[in-house]
């Protein structure tokens, strides 16, 4: 990371500690779309300037997706939790780290949720130790034998293996004909295109299953930067797109800027929202949670008194695909 991108990482992460105290407005929520929260907690470790309590925060505010970057430590030959490629070898423990997720997403009621595990390296230590990591929760993990005719079977929580594609491939070379499958991966242009079709893969989901975009690529034109350049079109197409399908989509990473009255600027939160984007990456924790409870009583709350906003099971089966024999 070169200074001025580091330096602006954290002018960004403080700007939004600051954004996660303004109160919202009255009319800072629409009423909610067919979807249930989509926010993803992003990065939610301990790591350098980061609070150390990033990650009990994204599980305090309720968020359903989470995401944790990884490297290997061979000191220790164990898998930990950092932004580094490079462990420096106090970095916590990634089987000891997820406990607490464990214990809140596996007692939970609910369904639907993403663990989203980034690889900062790739090796076939780290991908084993994911998986054995995995293994003792494999009950609540979506799975899929690897087979040409493996069955996706939704569970209440899914992995999703995302940054290094070295690191994918090491989890997928791994596994021998019949092992099943407790992570997926995913794909994703990094460069604008103008026509969004080229972003979602004609064929059906298999071991990638997640389709991962950074913002800029859903600009009006190529170059354009800014909330009024998120081309709501373009984002509710490559949805359709990933829905029919059957690949979960996730952009990112998404932090209101200040409105003119000081209050969060949520204009690209309601066009991703409105779109029916599946996961949207943040760093606020809270202040997503917040505004998205108040898009939920605004829905609930439309004439009639029918809401939009589906369920947890509807919401999971849809996002994580129609069950794939082949392919």
């Known amino acids: 990371m070169s200074c001025s991108i580091f330096h602006a990482h954290w002018v960004c992460i403080a700007c939004v500690s600051l954004l996660e105290n303004v109160p919202l407005r009255a009319d800072d929520a629409a009423p909610a779309r067919a979807i249930e929260n989509p926010f993803a907690a992003h990065n939610a470790y301990p790591w350098r300037l980061y609070p150390s309590g990033r990650f009990e925060s994204a599980l305090a505010a309720g968020l359903k997706h989470i995401e944790v970057d990884i490297t290997y430590d061979q000191s220790r030959n164990a898998a930990v939790v950092t932004h580094d490629g490079s462990p420096g070898g106090k970095e916590p423990e990634l089987g000891a780290f ?6 809140q997403w596996g007692g939970s009621s609910e369904s639907g949720y993403t663990l989203i595990v980034d690889f900062k390296s790739s090796s076939t230590a780290l991908a084993q130790d994911v998986h054995e990591i995995l293994k003792p929760n494999a009950n609540l993990l979506s799975t899929m034998a690897k087979a040409p005719d493996g ?30 499958y407790l992570a997926f991966a995913d794909l994703g242009p990094e460069t604008w295109q103008a026509d969004v079709s080229g972003y979602v893969p004609s064929e059906p989901p298999r071991f990638v299953r997640f389709l991962s975009f950074p913002l800029h690529v859903f600009a009006d034109a190529k170059g354009a930067s800014g909330p009024a350049h998120v081309s709501l079109e373009r984002l509710a197409e490559t949805v359709r797109l990933a829905n029919r399908a059957g690949y979960r989509m996730r952009v990112y990473t998404i932090n209101p800027g200040r409105a003119a009255d000081g209050t969060p600027d949520m204009r690209v939160w309601e066009k991703c929202v409105e779109a029916g984007v599946h996961m949207i990456a943040t760093d606020a924790y809270h202040l997503a949670a917040d505004w998205w409870a108040r898009r939920r009583d605004n829905a ?14 509807e919401r999971h089966q849809r996002c994580a695909g129609p069950l794939h024999s082949g392919g």
Do not use: M
Not at 162 to 178: F, N, V
């Open 98 to 103: 997820l406990a607490p997720l464990w214990q």
């Open 151 to 180: 069955e996706f079977r939704p569970s209440k929580i899914t992995v999703c293996l995302t940054g290094s594609r070295a690191g994918h491939r090491a989890y997928d070379d791994q596994l021998s004909t019949g092992d099943f």
């Open 300 to 313: 609930n709350a439309e004439p009639g008194g029918v809401s939009r906003v589906s369920t947890s099971a």
